[in-house]
């Protein structure tokens, strides 16, 4: 889940990207989960509803939103495989 502390900054990046969206241009938002073998990702709401309500508006507004596991090593990281989204 993410955020794990409430994040303003967040909720002012959804809100900046639906706007995006609303004018007819592309927007999407990629949550990398920094560890391999994620089965899902949703918003940690209990820690901070409104960017989960803002990701729930950003996503039915139709902004792109996708999740991915990685590959973590000492001196590289890569994209792993997608991860189910939970909102």
């Not at 999407?28 to 729930?56: N, T």
């Not at 990685?70 to 909102?87: P, S």
Request: aromatic share 10%.
């Amino acid at each position: 889940m993410f955020p794990d502390a409430p994040t303003e900054r967040g909720k002012k990046h959804l809100l900046e990207l639906i706007h995006v969206k609303a004018i007819g241009k592309g927007a999407g938002v990629l949550f990398l989960i920094q560890l391999e073998g994620a089965q899902s990702f949703s918003p940690y709401e209990d820690m901070d509803k409104e960017f989960a309500d803002a990701l729930r508006l950003a996503y039915n507004s139709g902004v792109d939103v996708f999740a991915y596991d990685c590959k973590v090593g000492e001196n590289y990281i890569e994209l792993n495989k997608r991860v189910d989204i939970i909102l």
